[in-house]
């Protein structure tokens, strides 16, 4: 199983970008995949979720408005865009799978990709 995150990079402070998880090596249909960050210095935060099978979504407060995730089942992809980034945005993003439900940011999570970076500056 991998999950393999792409899409970052370094933008300006209202910029926007489009994260992508590229999920293989088996069906993610009834997981719940999501994305997290984490800044230097801090501690990993989930910022959005979707249950593959339904399509609902799940968001933390902090993007509400800014971020959508998505997914593609035909390509076993999952999006986040995030748009009007900030300085704080900055972090390292993640993508992961669970096949538990329950509130995406307090649930385990069985698979994860390796990261990719996102540096907005001011």
């Known amino acids: 199983v991998q999950l393999q995150a792409s899409g970052g990079g370094l933008v300006q402070a209202g910029d926007s970008l489009r994260l992508s998880c590229a999920a293989s090596?088996?069906?993610?249909?009834?997981?719940?995949m999501a994305w997290s960050r984490q800044a230097p210095g801090k501690d990993r935060d989930f910022v959005a979720a979707?249950?593959?099978?339904?399509?609902?979504?799940w968001y933390a407060d902090s993007v509400k408005g800014r971020f959508t995730i998505s997914r593609d089942n035909a390509k076993s992809t999952v999006y986040l865009q995030v748009n009007s980034l900030k300085p704080e945005d900055t972090a390292v993003y993640y993508c992961?799978?669970?096949?538990?439900?329950?509130?995406?940011?307090?649930?385990?999570?069985?698979?994860w990709g390796q990261g990719t970076q996102v540096t907005v500056s001011s």
């Open positions: 992961a799978a669970s096949y538990r439900n329950g509130i995406p940011s307090q649930i385990e999570y069985e698979y």
């Open positions: 090596g088996r069906t993610f249909s009834g997981y719940i």
């Open positions: 979707i249950w593959w099978t339904s399509g609902s979504t």
